[in-house]
């Protein structure tokens, strides 16, 4: 549907495919995208199925701000309408977050509604090529130059999605989603080619040299801990039930736990030799800060090795398969697979979470597409050391990933190496909107960080090159 508003700063088109007469469109499609041919200075693209208040929709109000600001795109917060189970609608606020530089996540949040100035829309589309099914969308707001957020609720729209944050977070790895996975990533990389950001494994520097011998042990299980009585005893004893022909420990530190995790723990280690219990002397620390501690302990292997405080690994020759390995992929990280379960191991939706979207030769450059890396985790501490994880509870891991990946290869398992247990007390559970919103603003500022890392390394390869 075509319609037209016009605010006292001059007219603005107006299309939602859900209107249009017949079948919907295909409307993230470049055949779609293509066919809407503005004419007006301004455009809004709206993709609610049913949108109610069209003739209170505040066009002026964002053709004022696009004049203002010289935006190419706009997008404002919004009301949302949810349905309650006895049959009554709630209506909720639905903040957004900012657009940073290196948001390029294929499912940043914009909302339904898209503002465009026409020019820069129709360039966009004009360059896009006529292939794309499912990702000309994601193609078009790569290339606004200058993207705008309105933090003003401007439009209500209905609730798309009622899952909760633990059930829509591993979307992008079910393979029933690996068609649109593969476009997506073309478009990502295409895009970071374009900027001078894209890595290639003949730049990859070698590993460095350092002495095997100068670590307590070969393999070292971090388990950072807080208030998980109920769960750390099994992930505990899953990883000193490894069967190794080399040494190893579990390092499980304790950040403070007030819920009996401190007592079990400090029995526990009286009876286990393998087990050190370190409680850390800072009370500030995040997730990545006790990684920090287990990885500059006198105790740490030569490899570390993830392990949650909720999991438990799928066999006892996982230790033995990461170094095995590390060995024949000359690797800097490692990342396994896992498979998600419910407390009695039984697999629950969507099942082997095993990242094959991950491929050696555009990995880490599909990296800053994605929104994780996956798990188990293992690192050679050597190099950990010189470059710590930030001090976070979230996102501490893909910061590492990110950083590493940029100048050494990471190397994947993709079989099973440990079971994801999901209850309700998992950190990640049933996240609110605002908490979502703050972890995922957190890893677009550490994408943004590497995209201009990565524009200088790539101006610096280009220069030596001339040279």
Known sequence: MKKSFKPATGAVEYYNPFLTEGQVPPFRSSAYLKSIRPESAYMVLDLRPDPEDLEYFPAGRLVSIAEDTGADMLYADYYEKAARED?????????????????LRDDFDFGPVFFFRSSSFRKAVAAMPDSYRYGALYALRLAMKRIVHVNEYLYT??????????????????????????????????????KGALLSPEDRKPLPQYDPESFPVKV?????????????????????SQRCPFGYNVIVVDNHSTDGTSEFLAALAEKE???VHLIPERTDLGIGGCW??????????????????DDIYSSDDVLVRIVDEFGKQECAMLVGSYLMTDFSLSPIPP???????????????????????GAPRAFRTALV???????????????????LGREYKIGRIYDVLYYCRRWEGNSDAALSIEKANANNFYKDRLRTWELKARIRL???RKKGRLQ
Request: net charge negative; charged share 25%; aromatic share 8%.
């Open 273 to 275: 030799d393998g087990l």
């Open 292 to 309: 920090n501690c287990a990885i500059d302990s006198e105790y740490c292997g030569e490899f570390a090795v993830q392990l949650d405080s």
């Open 157 to 194: 729209a209905a609730a798309a999605d009622l899952r909760k944050s633990g059930e829509r977070q591993f979307d992008y790895v079910d393979p029933k989603n690996r068609e649109v996975q593969l476009e997506m990533e073309g478009i990502c990389t295409g895009y970071l080619k374009k």
């Open 351 to 373: 099942g082997i979470i095993d990242h094959k979207e991950w491929t050696d030769s555009n990995g880490m450059n599909n990296a800053l597409r994605v929104n994780g890396l």
């Open 87 to 103: 049959g009554t609608v709630e209506i909720r606020k639905h903040p957004l977050i900012d657009c940073q530089k290196g948001a």
């Open 385 to 403: 050391r010189n470059c710590p994880f930030p001090n976070t509870s979230y996102g501490e891991d893909y910061a590492m990933g990110l950083r």
């Open 220 to 240: 070292s299980v971090v388990i950072p801990v807080y208030n998980r009585r109920n769960t750390i005893a099994d992930a505990v004893m899953s990883a000193l």
């Open 458 to 460: 790539g101006r610096e």
